[in-house]
């Protein structure tokens, strides 16, 4: 309000409720639907397509459940949270809610993000902690967003799931693996050489040794 904003301070969906159908170009719901009921969360998707304009779009953020510490530990820090939310659901339930397309996008890494794929400490807390979601509501628009410019993609500061750096650990270890493999089937031939010079070696020295026994 001090900087001159038309600020409502109020629950959600009876806000929403007032608000006239199509008047609004862009609505944004930063991590609040997991303290909301299954219940509630539909009522609000509801609310948010019917008040936004046919252009308009619908911008989401809520924890990851992809994320193991978040999923198992840090998600209930917060007592009010009381929902965890599955992005597939969740795509199911804006369609449902008469979305035209809806995308999710996992971002906001841990703090491990960067560690080296093959760390299995990096599948754990390495990956994103949160979960972003974009709808629209025509199909020019989806076409527009998710198609035709999808430069602001670049801005979100994505992150891995916990599938991809699954799949990225495996990548690296079975790269590791065959890379060891390699090594010792070098290393092998190598002995394997080594044994057979030895024997000529050896087969030498009994002629060397045989020749000193006569000169002595």
């Not at 939310?85 to 960067?114: M, V």
Request: charged letters at 20%.
């Amino acid at each position: 309000k001090e900087f001159g904003l038309n600020v409502i301070h109020g629950e959600a969906i009876s806000t929403l409720s007032e608000f006239k159908s199509g008047s609004v170009s862009l609505i944004t719901v930063f991590h609040m639907i997991e303290h909301l009921s299954h219940k509630q969360l539909s009522q609000l998707l509801v609310e948010c397509n019917r008040v936004l304009d046919q252009d308009g779009i619908l911008v989401m953020e809520t924890p990851s459940i992809e994320n193991l510490l978040v999923s198992s530990k840090t998600f209930y820090l917060d007592p009010s949270h009381i929902n965890p939310i599955n992005p597939d659901g969740l795509l199911f339930l804006l369609q449902s809610s008469g979305f035209k397309q809806s995308k999710y996008y996992y971002i906001n890494g841990a703090p491990l993000q960067q560690a080296n794929p093959i760390n299995l400490t990096r599948v754990l807390n390495g990956v994103a902690q949160d979960v972003c979601f974009v709808a629209t509501k025509n199909q020019v628009t989806s076409h527009l967003l998710f198609e035709q410019n999808k430069s602001w993609e670049n801005d979100l500061e994505q992150a891995p799931s916990m599938l991809d750096a699954a799949v990225q650990f495996d990548h690296e270890r079975d790269k590791t693996y065959h890379k060891q493999i390699k090594t010792i089937n070098s290393l092998n031939q190598t002995i394997k050489s080594l044994n057979y010079d030895l024997i000529l070696l050896k087969n030498q020295l009994k002629y060397i040794i045989l020749f000193l026994e006569i000169v002595k």
